[in-house]
Each structure stands twice: as C-alpha cells, then as structure tokens.
C-alpha cells in the first residue's frame, strides 16, 4: 500500500476520532452530563457515517478523477468540522431549548444529529474513497478485498492514536477550537499529498487551493483566531452570563459563571455550587436536620458538593473533629481557589476540612474512618456516576463506615402539592433501597426530600422539640432554622401526606448494574422537559426480557421461512450478520463503558482509552483475518465460528464484571481491574475487526463491484451499532441493566448465527 494512502487512512481515522471525542465532551455540557447521551451521540455518529459510506461511495465506482473527490471531502471536512463545534455550542439556540433548561431524548437525538451530520458523513465517505484509491494504485483487481481489510486497519490505527492523544496530550494542554483547527491542518496536509498524484495541471491547482486553505488555518492557530472563536461561541452558549473561566479537564468540563460577585461553579453544564450565597434553604435544612438528629457529631465525610456552604454549616457545631470532603475533579477545587470568596476560603482552610481529590465511593471504600453522618451531596442520580452513590450496594458499603449511631444522609427532587408519577417511582425507588440495607428511616419530606437512614431507632423519633433543643445546647446562629421552622416542617402531617402519595410507586430496588434509581430520573426529567414521551417511559417501565426474546424468535423464524422462496436471501445473510455484530461491537462497547462508570466513577477521564482499546483490537483482528484471507479455504465455516465466538463473549462479560466488583476494595485488584476492562474491550473490537475483512470476501464471491460491496458491508457495520447505541442507551441499560442488555445480544448474535448456519453456501 502506498505511503501517501497510508498517511491518508492515518489522518481520517486520527482527525475523526478526535472530531468525534470532542464534540462528544461538548454536547454533553449541552445534555447535562446525562449518561444516555453517549450511547446516542456515538450511535448517531455511526449512522452518518453509514449514509456516507454507501450512499456517497456507492457512487465513486464509475467516477473520474477520484483523488480529486477526495481531496475535495477532505476540504469540506476540515471546514465543517470547526462548524460543527461552534453549532454544539450554539444548538440550545438553533433547536430553541433556553440556558439551563433540560432536554429530553428525543431532543438530545436530534440535536445531535443535527450537529454530527456532516463530519460523520464526509468521515464515511472518505473511508470508501480511501478504499477505491487503495485498489486503484495496487493495481489490484477490484473483488479483491484485502485492499478493504488494508484501509480498515489504518484508518482504525489512527482512530487508536487519536483517543491516546486527545485523552493525555489535546485535552489538557488545548482548548476546543485549538484542536480542531490543528485536526483541520492534519487533514488538509494529508490532502495535499495525495494531490502529487495527479497531473500536472491539475496537480498544481489543487495544491495552490489546499495551501491557501492550510495557510488560514495555521493564520488562525499561530494569531489567537482559535482564542477569538473560543470566547465568542462560549458567549454564545451561555447568553447574559459573565463566563469567567471554561476548561475541559480528564473529568469533564467545568466552568465558572460570575454575576455581581457571586461564582456559580458548573459541571458538564450542572451547578454543583454557588458562593457566596448559596441556597440557603436547601443548604440549611440538608445540613441542620441530620447534624441535630445526631446525639454528638464529630466526624463527617461530604461526598460531592461540599464548598460554597456545606461543609461551612457542618463546621458551626463545636463538636467536630473531622470533616472529609470529596470531589473527584481536581479541577474544579482549583477554580473554587482561584476565585475565593469569605466562605470558601473559609472551609477549605479550616484545619478540620481533609479536602480529597477522589471519587467518593472510592474513599469509603479505603478509608480507615468511621463517621457520625456521611452526607451525599448530589441531590439526584441523574447520570450513572451519581446513582453509584444511591444504590444498594453503596448504601451497604455507607453502613460500614457508620459508627453506630450514624446517619446516612440522602436528598431527591420532591413537592409539597403534588408527587407525579415519575417523582413516585424516583423517590420510591431510593426508598426501597435504603430499607433494603438499613432498619431504619426516617423521611422530611419538602421541595428537597430528605432521608435519614441509620441502625439505631432514634432516628425515626426525632421531632421539633428535640431538634430545637439541642439547636440551644449548642448555639448555633442559623439564619432559617428557627423553631417555628421545624415546627412546620417536621409537622406530622407532612409525612402522613407523603405516605399517602408514595401509594402505587414502584417495588424496585436500585442496583449498581440494574440502575433503576437512573432510569426513573431520567423518566422524571423527560416527564419535565419532554412530556409527549411520558407514555413511553411508563410503557418501559415493565419492559422485560421476554419481549426481547418473542421478537428476536419471531424474527429468525421469518428470516429462514423465506429462505426458499427469496431469491436474494442468500446475499442478504452476510450484510444481516454484519450489522447484528454492529450491534454487538456497540453494546460491548456502552457496556464496559457503563460499567467501568459504575465500578470506578470516572469513565469520562478513560473513555478515549476504552474506545482505543476497542480500536486496537477492532485493527489486531482485521489485520490478522487481512493476512489470512489468501490462506482460507473455508471461508463460511470460519465465518460461522467467529458468530459463535460472539455469542460466547456476549454471554461471558457480565460474568467477568460481576466476578471483580466485589473485590475492588483491594488496591491491586482496583488498578488491575482498570487494565482487565482495556483488554475486555480489545478482544471484543478484536471479535469485529476479524470478522469485517472476512465478510466483504464472501460477499465479494457474487459482486463484481469493489466500491459497492464495501459500502454495502461498512454501512451495516455501522447501522447494526447505530441500532445498538440507540437500543442500550435508551432501552436496555437503563431497565435491564448489565446482565438483561447481555442477554439480548446473545439472542440478536444467536438469530444471525441460527440464519447463517441453516442457509447453505452464500453464492
């Protein structure tokens, strides 16, 4: 193959790769961090990419001067690429969402779509182009598929070398637009040296347009342009706000929102805390109710959420000895620094306060403390690395680390007029949770619901009289918890009222690896910013696997009633094999994702390496089933194995991650279980990247068409794991969790291996 052809699969795979990741990161500051984004950006991604791929590049078979089509996507791409960042920015404003305000599935797929259209579709083109220019100057013959198998490895190599590079080198050194502007460079520069193949004429043309387009690109890297469009978008994003500070970090992103001397500090787009004047009612009662119910507190641990407040409230009574305080973003501590107010200063210089830069549920898994009150500072598990603090298991790993008087403090969304459905089931969950680990609860309920949970009884009988008692005994100066306060809101009838609404709420408990404390937020706040798909959230609610097997069965059992009256069948089992290992390869992918998130917290910082990983093996298999394919002799029974692997390592993942997560608490078993997830994810890109090379041979067999068959292959590829995103992240993970998501591809992967394996010969 020649070098330029290889510089070029290099630069499309390493610039898409990037394009992809950022963009990523930055809709989900768009999305609120939410999860189930990922599943559907990335799989929005991959159905572009199958338009352009067998749209586009079913049409280059016959075309004329095709390194000149290349070079000119290759443009387009590098021009709309910036373009697409700037409207990610802005697409609150093009889809008409204001700041602040959520977005509902069906708004977050489309937006997405919207802004991941074009990239992804010149990105698949360009990988058919690739192929066709491959074959072309090989001078091989055009149903030889080693040419496709060749152009799939180094695309995929670049793909590996940009998530390194974007995870260690672009992400903390760049910001959003240096990096797509040098994406932008890289990709016109792989441009220009294709046009050396072309005539003269041309050839000088062509380089003068790509030099002058490379020129403006380095002009605005080189002269702060980059900074210009930076700002100016960041402005854009956030109307009416003064942005003082927006930074990705390894974590996520994180800003700061100045206004009148007051600092809003937001993750990926959600306020964690405003200083100095944070809210006062949440702040004081999420506090002063569980620190009174306690008979002596003297050691806490703040997970999450702490400064601008918190840990200032807990830091009045003259009891304490201790406070813990977690947040896994060093980044974010650092701006609280940056940008001190009398508060924060305050709280973190104090020399009780042990601020912690680690994950939250780490830390009590390590640490060698026992606590009076161990506060969850999230008040909602919006996203999967906050249910991991609402679940069962951690509520049994909490009452651990209780000493035995200690109180578990939890906060959800609540009301005082009205529980809806979704806000029943949300709290209804987390209840049934938090009874099935403790004997004892005790509930507040408010516009914040707070829980108590404890092994002593005491907790359950704390009133007004009590609280304000010990209020005086300590003199403390609060500015809202008076007796008249607790008088009203420790009032029985507000209990009595909540028992009376909770009637009818869900019986489910929330588990690391079925996460139904995630999917009844998620049904909550869709029921608040997209109420048209209340109807389909209830609907998934009772959603079981049955289902999924009555259809799967039913489907197979048309699929081989067909066999012998549908001509075509026979070409159709290849590309129906393909795109249900789509499927899989995507499903594998979220579910390492989804539970690396769960196990360790901190998925963000490692998903470029997870997606390498896959990558890498996605390019070892495809190498090694390239080098073999002369060498086969069987090329369907081979084909057949490879289904039957699938189908094994489908079954066999939950079963590896179940079989570790116990065990994490070990700090050798913690690291190697990071490593073990790596390897999982290259066996199963591995599993994919054998079996496409494979497949375009075989098909190969009855097509005479090199352009068309690849496009053909690639484009089920690629739609099979669009399916498999939506599905996942939308439907699977979130209601049947790591083993029913498992389950499912074994029956999708049995189908095609069923089909595949009672069809004969494909000829």
């Given at each position: 193959?020649n070098?330029r052809l290889?510089?070029?699969?290099l630069?499309?795979?390493?610039?898409?790769m990037?394009?992809?990741?950022l963009?990523?990161?930055?809709?989900?500051v768009?999305?609120h961090?939410n999860?189930?984004?990922?599943?559907i950006?990335?799989a929005?991604?991959?159905?572009c990419e199958a338009?352009?791929a067998?749209f586009?590049?079913?049409?280059i078979?016959?075309?004329?001067?095709?390194?000149?089509?290349?070079?000119?996507?290759?443009?387009?791409?590098?021009l709309?690429?910036?373009?697409?960042l700037y409207?990610?920015?802005?697409?609150?404003?093009?889809v008409?969402?204001?700041?602040?305000?959520?977005?509902?599935?069906?708004?977050?797929f489309?937006?997405?779509?919207?802004?991941?259209?074009?990239p992804s579709?010149?990105h698949?083109?360009l990988f058919?182009?690739?192929?066709?220019?491959?074959?072309?100057?090989?001078?091989e013959?055009?149903k030889d598929a080693s040419?496709v198998?060749?152009?799939y490895?180094?695309?995929?190599?670049g793909?590996?070398?940009?998530a390194?590079?974007?995870?260690?080198?672009?992400i903390p050194?760049?910001?959003?637009?240096?990096?797509v502007?040098?994406?932008?460079?890289?990709?016109l520069?792989?441009?220009v040296a294709?046009?050396?193949?072309?005539?003269?004429a041309?050839k000088r043309?062509?380089?003068a347009?790509?030099m002058?387009?490379?020129?403006?690109?380095v002009?605005?890297?080189?002269?702060?342009?980059?900074?210009?469009?930076h700002y100016?978008?960041i402005a854009?994003?956030?109307?009416d706000?003064?942005?003082i500070?927006?930074?990705?970090?390894?974590y996520?992103?994180?800003?700061?929102?100045?206004?009148?001397?007051e600092?809003?500090?937001l993750?990926d787009?959600?306020?964690?805390f405003t200083?100095p004047?944070p809210d006062?009612?949440?702040?004081?009662e999420?506090v002063?109710?569980p620190m009174?119910?306690?008979?002596q507190p003297e050691n806490?641990?703040?997970l999450?959420g702490?400064?601008g407040?918190?840990?200032?409230?807990?830091l009045k009574?003259?009891?304490i000895?201790r406070?813990?305080y977690?947040?896994i973003d060093p980044l974010?501590i650092?701006?609280?620094?940056?940008?001190?107010?009398?508060?924060?200063e305050a709280?973190l210089?104090?020399?009780?306060?042990?601020?912690l830069?680690?994950?939250g549920r780490r830390?009590?898994?390590?640490?060698?403390y026992?606590?009076?009150l161990i506060f969850?500072?999230i008040?909602?598990?919006e996203?999967?690395?906050?249910?991991r603090l609402f679940t069962a298991?951690?509520?049994?790993?909490?009452?651990e680390?209780?000493?035995?008087d200690?109180?578990?403090v939890?906060?959800?969304p609540?009301?005082l007029?009205?529980?809806?459905h979704?806000l029943?089931?949300?709290n209804g969950?987390?209840?049934?949770t938090l009874?099935?680990?403790?004997p004892?609860?005790?509930?507040i309920p408010?516009?914040?619901?707070i829980?108590?949970?404890s092994t002593?009884?005491?907790v359950?009988?704390?009133?007004?009289?009590?609280?304000?008692e010990?209020?005086?005994?300590?003199?403390?100066?609060?500015?809202?918890i008076?007796?008249?306060h607790?008088?009203?809101?420790l009032a029985?009838?507000?209990l009595?009222?909540?028992?009376a609404?909770m009637?009818?709420?869900?019986?489910?408990i929330?588990?690391?690896?079925r996460p139904?404390g995630?999917f009844y937020s998620?049904a909550?706040?869709?029921?608040?910013?997209?109420?048209?798909?209340?109807?389909?959230?209830?609907?998934?609610?009772?959603?079981g696997l049955?289902?999924?097997?009555?259809v799967?069965?039913?489907?197979?059992?048309?699929l081989l009633?067909l066999?012998w009256?549908a001509?075509r069948?026979?070409?159709?089992?290849?590309p129906?094999?393909?795109?249900?290992t789509?499927f899989?390869?995507?499903?594998?992918?979220?579910?390492?994702?989804?539970?690396?998130?769960v196990?360790f917290?901190?998925?963000f910082?490692w998903?470029?390496?997870l997606l390498?990983a896959?990558m890498?093996g996605v390019?070892?298999?495809?190498?090694m089933?390239?080098?073999?394919?002369p060498?086969?002799k069987?090329?369907?029974a081979?084909?057949?194995k490879l289904?039957?692997?699938?189908?094994?390592?489908?079954?066999?993942?939950p079963?590896i991650?179940?079989?570790?997560?116990?065990?994490?608490?070990?700090a050798?078993?913690?690291?190697l279980a990071?490593?073990?997830?790596l390897?999982l994810a290259f066996?199963?890109?591995?599993?994919?990247g054998?079996k496409?090379?494979l497949a375009?041979?075989?098909y190969?067999s009855?097509?005479?068409n090199?352009?068309?068959?690849?496009?053909l292959?690639?484009?089920?590829?690629?739609?099979g794991?669009?399916?498999?995103g939506i599905?996942?992240?939308v439907?699977?993970?979130?209601v049947l969790g790591?083993?029913?998501?498992?389950?499912v591809?074994?029956?999708?992967k049995?189908?095609?291996?069923?089909?595949l394996?009672?069809s004969?010969?494909v000829?």
């Amino acid at each position: 193959m020649n070098k330029r052809l290889i510089f070029a699969a290099l630069a499309t795979g390493f610039s898409g790769m990037v394009v992809q990741l950022l963009l990523l990161r930055e809709l989900l500051v768009v999305f609120h961090g939410n999860d189930l984004a990922i599943g559907i950006i990335f799989a929005n991604w991959l159905a572009c990419e199958a338009l352009g791929a067998f749209f586009i590049g079913k049409r280059i078979e016959h075309a004329r001067k095709r390194i000149g089509w290349f070079i000119s996507l290759s443009i387009i791409f590098a021009l709309f690429a910036p373009l697409a960042l700037y409207m990610a920015r802005i697409v609150r404003d093009l889809v008409g969402v204001l700041p602040g305000v959520g977005m509902g599935v069906f708004s977050i797929f489309y937006s997405s779509l919207l802004i991941l259209f074009l990239p992804s579709l010149l990105h698949g083109a360009l990988f058919i182009f690739t192929c066709r220019l491959c074959a072309q100057f090989a001078r091989e013959t055009q149903k030889d598929a080693s040419s496709v198998g060749r152009v799939y490895v180094w695309e995929t190599i670049g793909h590996i070398a940009g998530a390194v590079v974007f995870t260690f080198l672009l992400i903390p050194l760049l910001h959003s637009f240096a990096i797509v502007l040098g994406m932008g460079v890289l990709t016109l520069t792989a441009s220009v040296a294709l046009a050396t193949f072309q005539s003269r004429a041309w050839k000088r043309k062509t380089i003068a347009v790509l030099m002058a387009i490379l020129m403006t690109f380095v002009f605005l890297l080189v002269g702060d342009g980059d900074e210009r469009l930076h700002y100016h978008a960041i402005a854009r994003q956030w109307p009416d706000k003064e942005v003082i500070h927006h930074q990705h970090s390894p974590y996520g992103n994180v800003a700061v929102i100045e206004r009148e001397g007051e600092y809003t500090f937001l993750t990926d787009g959600i306020p964690v805390f405003t200083t100095p004047t944070p809210d006062i009612v949440r702040v004081e009662e999420f506090v002063h109710f569980p620190m009174l119910a306690h008979p002596q507190p003297e050691n806490v641990a703040i997970l999450v959420g702490g400064a601008g407040g918190v840990i200032s409230e807990v830091l009045k009574y003259p009891t304490i000895e201790r406070v813990d305080y977690t947040e896994i973003d060093p980044l974010l501590i650092d701006l609280v620094r940056k940008y001190p107010t009398p508060l924060t200063e305050a709280e973190l210089a104090d020399p009780r306060v042990n601020t912690l830069h680690v994950d939250g549920r780490r830390f009590l898994e390590v640490t060698p403390y026992q606590y009076d009150l161990i506060f969850v500072g999230i008040a909602n598990p919006e996203n999967l690395q906050v249910n991991r603090l609402f679940t069962a298991q951690f509520a049994s790993l909490a009452k651990e680390r209780l000493r035995e008087d200690g109180i578990l403090v939890v906060s959800l969304p609540g009301s005082l007029t009205y529980l809806s459905h979704e806000l029943r089931n949300l709290n209804g969950v987390i209840i049934n949770t938090l009874e099935s680990i403790f004997p004892y609860l005790h509930i507040i309920p408010g516009y914040h619901n707070i829980f108590l949970a404890s092994t002593t009884k005491d907790v359950t009988i704390i009133d007004a009289a009590l609280l304000y008692e010990r209020l005086e005994e300590r003199q403390l100066d609060l500015r809202l918890i008076t007796r008249p306060h607790l008088e009203v809101r420790l009032a029985p009838r507000w209990l009595d009222w909540f028992s009376a609404s909770m009637y009818g709420a869900t019986e489910e408990i929330n588990h690391d690896f079925r996460p139904k404390g995630f999917f009844y937020s998620l049904a909550y706040w869709n029921a608040m910013f997209s109420p048209y798909l209340s109807d389909f959230f209830v609907w998934l609610e009772d959603l079981g696997l049955w289902l999924f097997a009555i259809v799967i069965a039913a489907w197979t059992a048309i699929l081989l009633a067909l066999r012998w009256r549908a001509v075509r069948l026979p070409k159709l089992i290849i590309p129906y094999s393909i795109a249900a290992t789509g499927f899989a390869g995507m499903a594998f992918d979220l579910l390492l994702i989804f539970a690396f998130q769960v196990l360790f917290g901190f998925v963000f910082h490692w998903i470029g390496l997870l997606l390498a990983a896959f990558m890498g093996g996605v390019a070892g298999g495809g190498l090694m089933m390239t080098t073999l394919l002369p060498h086969i002799k069987d090329d369907r029974a081979l084909f057949i194995k490879l289904e039957i692997a699938v189908v094994l390592f489908a079954a066999l993942l939950p079963l590896i991650i179940l079989a570790v997560a116990p065990h994490l608490g070990n700090a050798v078993v913690f690291v190697l279980a990071q490593v073990l997830f790596l390897l999982l994810a290259f066996f199963a890109g591995a599993l994919i990247g054998l079996k496409f090379p494979l497949a375009n041979k075989m098909y190969l067999s009855h097509s005479p068409n090199l352009s068309q068959t690849a496009g053909l292959v690639y484009s089920a590829d690629l739609l099979g794991g669009w399916s498999g995103g939506i599905a996942a992240a939308v439907v699977l993970l979130p209601v049947l969790g790591l083993v029913g998501t498992s389950l499912v591809v074994v029956m999708i992967k049995a189908s095609s291996l069923i089909v595949l394996a009672t069809s004969g010969s494909v000829k």
